[in-house]
């Protein structure tokens, strides 16, 4: 597993636990708004299992789960082994997907690996391109949508949202993923994001978009 880095702590990212943050690199999307771009390659990983198995044996008991985030995990075939050696500590899985492995999610959850999945919906299925900048395969975000929907674990759909978007694009969103919770996460430019031309939305505008989208699913703003 191709171990990037690890935040030890955070009280934020599993949402109402405290959690350390696992990065994977690699991933299958080339999205223009990305903060971590350094995790597109695959690399040999900063940090070996060894030492990251060591860490997290120091934390039972003080902290309460794990973030698998990346990067896309699920483009790695031993994700599952990989979770399956956290949860024998005790530890509870978040998983963070950009929904492109349908399959690999689908066996996650029926094998109660994960405890809570958070999908990021990048755009407008029919606009998908415009953020990604790769042809991944729309009916593969779909099913993903439907496996974690139908679920019976914790989960959560979100967009960052910038100014390609338009609130024709976030309702569309907002349908697809109800009745589930959709959070619009605020874009804030920082050096890893290799499209210097994107800027966020007026607070103003996010907050009517929250409005809006809340018609059809339980919407908040979720500032980055």
């Known amino acids: 597993m191709n171990i990037y880095d690890l935040n030890k702590l955070s009280l934020l990212d599993y949402p109402g636990k405290v959690s350390s943050i696992i990065f994977l690199s690699g991933c299958n999307m080339n999205c223009s708004y990305c903060y971590n771009s350094d995790l597109k390659v695959k690399s040999n990983g900063r940090i070996s299992e060894e030492e990251l198995f060591e860490f997290l044996k120091s934390r039972i008991g003080k902290i309460d ?59 407008d299925p029919l606009k998908y391109k ?7 395969n729309i009916d593969d975000i779909l099913l993903s949508v439907e496996l974690i929907k139908n679920s019976r674990i914790e989960h959560e759909f979100r967009t960052t949202v910038f100014n390609i978007h338009e609130l024709d694009d976030l309702i569309s969103i907002a349908k697809l993923v109800s009745p589930s919770r959709y959070f619009l996460q605020d874009f804030k430019m920082n050096d890893k994001v290799f499209d210097k031309n994107l800027f966020s939305k007026d607070s103003k505008i996010l907050e009517e978009y929250v409005i809006m989208c809340n018609k059809y699913t339980q919407t908040n703003l979720r500032k980055k």
Do not use: C, R
């Open 65 to 123: 789960g794990v973030v698998i985030t990346g990067g896309e995990p699920t483009i790695n075939n031993d994700l599952p082994e990989f979770i399956k050696k956290i949860k024998d500590l005790g530890f509870l899985v978040k998983l963070d997907t950009n929904g492109t492995n349908p399959k690999m999610i689908e066996y996650l959850i029926q094998n109660s690996l994960v405890d809570y999945i958070a999908m990021d919906i990048k755009n």
């Open 130 to 136: 415009m953020v990604t900048n790769t042809n991944n």
